[in-house]
């Protein structure tokens, strides 16, 4: 249950690298893509992280190596549950204000500036930074110093990350400029097919090649939004929201020995290919459906 929930929050929601890539791609509204993510992330997680389990038979697995801590934290020195939760939220509740404080807001005023100025990815992850420092390492009295030992672990491990984005940055601005985006387009628009449906299966065969959802989402995007836009970069005839879900939801589908997620999930919980198959594999594949049927179902009402 905790990785389906971890996996379809990494894939959907903002300040995410994928889901920022494809808010950026699509001209879409960060604090509706939050919205709408709510609605698709709960059946999802629901589906994968609590009905699947019971029709996969035994997972009475050992408890894996990352769990087994030789010095567990004492629980005096622990944050509380409510910290834990609003830290990691901060950049969620900054973007849905923002979204709803527009709607009485107008356009150009003071006021509209300095909320969707903390209301920016950039800017509300940077807040939920501070935050951290605060509640985990100044009101504890840890020091700066440690903050900064773990800041830098941290940094380390999202330095490959930033290199794949760059990567598929790269390679979405090579479809683009070669036409290929326009050509996929012109054979979108003599297809009956939806957009969304068509967002979710180009991902999903960027995916299936290249093993890297972020990848295959900002790909995607530069295919689907050549297809789609005008020539002064609005969307026609899709909500530019459903679409970024859509294409999250086809960048975390069909998981196999391609993707590095794949092998750090095996090592984190010490499972054979097989079961890794099974059990990431199959979550993955549920997921990716899962959201798309929602997202399906609502563009009938949006």
């Not at 019971?54 to 622990?78: C, H, I, M, Q, S």
């Not at 849905?96 to 990815?121: D, H, K, P, Q, R």
């Not at 380390?156 to 598929?168: C, D, E, P, Q, R």
Request: hydrophobic share 55%; aromatic share 10%.
């Amino acid at each position: 249950p905790a990785v389906a929930a971890t996996t379809t929050a990494h894939s959907l929601f903002p300040p995410q690298p994928g889901p920022v890539a494809l808010v950026d791609a699509y001209g879409a509204d960060i604090g509706m893509v939050y919205i709408l993510g709510l609605v698709v992330a709960i059946p999802t997680v629901v589906v994968t992280g609590w009905i699947l389990p019971k029709f996969l038979g035994n997972l009475d697995y050992p408890v894996p190596k990352l769990l087994r801590a030789e010095e567990p934290v004492p629980v005096e020195e622990r944050p509380s549950f409510g910290i834990s939760l609003f830290v990691p939220l901060v950049p969620a509740i900054l973007m849905i204000s923002a979204t709803v404080l527009n709607i009485w807001l107008t356009e150009g005023s003071m006021a509209y500036v300095i909320v969707n100025f903390f209301g920016s990815s950039v800017v509300s992850v940077s807040v939920a930074m501070i935050a951290a420092f605060y509640f985990y390492a100044i009101r504890p009295k840890r020091g700066l110093n440690w903050a900064m030992e773990n800041f830098e672990g941290a940094v380390k491990s999202i330095a490959m990350v930033v290199l794949i984005i760059g990567a598929g940055g790269a390679l979405k601005q090579v479809i683009i400029d070669t036409g290929i985006g326009d050509y996929i387009g012109s054979l979108m628009s003599a297809s009956s097919l939806s957009p969304y449906l068509m967002a979710w299966l180009i991902t999903v065969l960027i995916r299936l090649a290249t093993g890297q959802g972020v990848v295959s989402a900002i790909t995607a995007a530069g295919i689907i939004s050549g297809a789609l836009m005008d020539p002064s970069g609005v969307l026609i005839g899709v909500n530019p929201a459903l679409l970024v879900l859509a294409t999250a939801a086809g960048s975390n589908t069909l998981t196999h020995v391609n993707d590095a997620s794949f092998w750090l999930f095996k090592g984190y919980f010490d499972l054979s290919v097989k079961d890794t198959l099974k059990t990431w594999g199959l979550l993955q594949l549920c997921n990716s459906l899962v959201g798309l049927g929602v997202v399906m179902l609502l563009s009938v009402f949006i």
